[in-house]
């Protein structure tokens, strides 16, 4: 059965559960635009920011209550050289589970919630060429709370409400089906 929710935003009947994507990590966008193409290289999993500073792309998938599929915000994670080294080495690997978990800092400012920009993190590697689970440290911030405990859909209506028909619409794209 296809998940279905009533959108908060336009009335309408969405089907297929929302995930929203990050196109960059959030500090790409400190960097002044003239100067990215020289101090960034950006990639779809990977961001190198001034030959120092390393992201990875992956999952912060949020259980929806009664549903198998989760909701999922595409975000980037910050990670040590090391980690970033680690992860690239094992990138193109379809067994890498085994690796890690590495711990990171959120480079996302999602909006629908309180300052999520440097939360504490673990990245899971997956096997199966599937970006990494992002787990969110255990605590009280509302996005940690929500990833640990679930949502209820009237939550997922309220989100992509938010990011597709309110002000949270910058820098993320919806790969919700219509």
């Known amino acids: 059965m296809t998940f279905k929710f009533l959108c908060n935003g336009c009335g309408q009947v969405h089907q297929g559960m929302p995930a929203f994507d990050a196109v960059a990590p959030l500090s790409y966008y400190g960097v002044p635009e003239q100067e990215r193409e020289a101090r960034c290289e950006l990639g779809s999993d990977a961001c190198i920011i001034d030959g120092s500073h390393y992201f990875v792309r992956g999952c912060l998938e949020i259980p929806v209550h009664g549903e198998s599929e989760p909701f999922s915000w595409g975000v980037w994670v910050s990670l040590s050289e090391n980690s970033f080294q680690q992860w690239c080495d094992t990138y193109e690997s379809e067994k890498r589970s085994h690796v890690g978990p ?42 940690a709370v929500e990833q640990r405990e679930g949502i209820p859909v009237a939550r997922v209506a309220e989100l992509y409400a938010l990011v597709v028909h309110g002000d949270f619409a910058t820098g993320m794209e919806s790969n919700a089906r219509n």
């Open 102 to 143: 590495f711990f990171g800092w959120l480079n996302a400012a999602l909006d629908p919630y309180p300052a999520t920009a440097s939360l504490k993190t673990h990245v899971h590697l997956r096997d199966g060429f599937v970006r990494p689970f992002i787990e969110l440290e255990p605590t009280m911030h509302p996005l």
